[in-house]
């Protein structure tokens, strides 16, 4: 795929004395490098962290990124900090939250710009049979000036019944909003305002590890300024059947 990767980590563990509010603590970095196998330069990164466990299986990390990366003939600098947690209030229920402030690439527009991303999810195992998990995602992106480029928000929905150790059937719904300021883009012809939503169904079946048959339907709905309102853009039925052979 015309990628060379080089990543590394390395980080401290404190245990905790016995009667503290917290298992362990860890300082540690990360980082890693991307290029292309003729030697372009693609990214770079170091993320230096400190990470907490504790009670209810909880955990959190807090980390700032110092970023470099090659984006359309130009290489941009870029310095943003991170927040993970999670915890489990109860068996078969586990909550996290993801949290991201900094510069970030404007791709459309080609420049540096700052965001603000937020992406909370539950997992919930409802009963034997049936997981529940339901992720959002806010996405808000400003150029460095302060005018807002755009905002985007998208949920994302599964519902799964597992029937047994060999199938289940899963129903997923995504829905996708993106308000944009058409006078921070490029391109004047932009829409002001986007909003989608798929879904599909799919059953799965695993008679072993090498074979698994896949059968759905899923659709595709659109607003945007042409059609006005959310209209049917496609609508699919599948099939597969996967086996590995190793004579």
């Known amino acids: 795929v015309d990628l060379v990767q080089d990543n590394f980590e390395f980080s401290r563990t ?47 990390r807090l ?69 529940v998990r339901l992720r959002y995602t806010s996405d808000h992106l400003s150029s460095q000036e302060g005018p807002t480029i755009f905002t985007a928000k998208l949920t994302d929905l599964r519902l799964t019944w597992q029937f047994n150790v060999r199938s289940f ?15 921070q883009y490029v391109n004047p012809a932009t829409d002001e305002s986007t909003e989608s939503l798929a879904t599909q169904l799919l059953y799965s079946y695993k008679l072993n590890p090498q074979t698994v048959l896949f059968a759905g339907y899923s659709d595709n709905q659109l607003d945007d300024e042409l059609t006005g309102n959310l209209e049917m853009t496609g609508r699919t039925l599948f099939f597969k059947l996967s086996y590995a052979w190793t004579p």
């Open 14 to 60: 404190f245990y905790a004395d016995p009667g503290a509010w917290y298992t362990d603590w860890r300082v540690g970095m990360q980082g890693g490098r991307s290029e292309t196998v003729g030697g372009q330069f693609l990214n770079r990164n170091v993320q230096p962290f400190v990470s907490f466990q504790g009670p209810w299986q909880s955990f959190a």
């Open 169 to 183: 059937v899963r129903l997923t719904l995504q829905d996708q909003d993106i308000q944009r300021n058409i006078e």
């Open 63 to 131: 980390g700032v990124v110092d970023r470099k990366e090659f984006w359309n003939g130009v290489s941009y600098d870029m310095n943003s900090a991170f927040m993970f947690g999670q915890f489990r209030p109860r068996s078969g229920l586990n909550i996290n939250m993801q949290i991201n402030r900094g510069e970030q690439i404007d791709y459309t527009n080609s420049r540096l710009a700052d965001q603000r991303r937020y992406q909370p999810q539950v997992d919930w195992n409802a009963t034997r049979h049936l997981l």
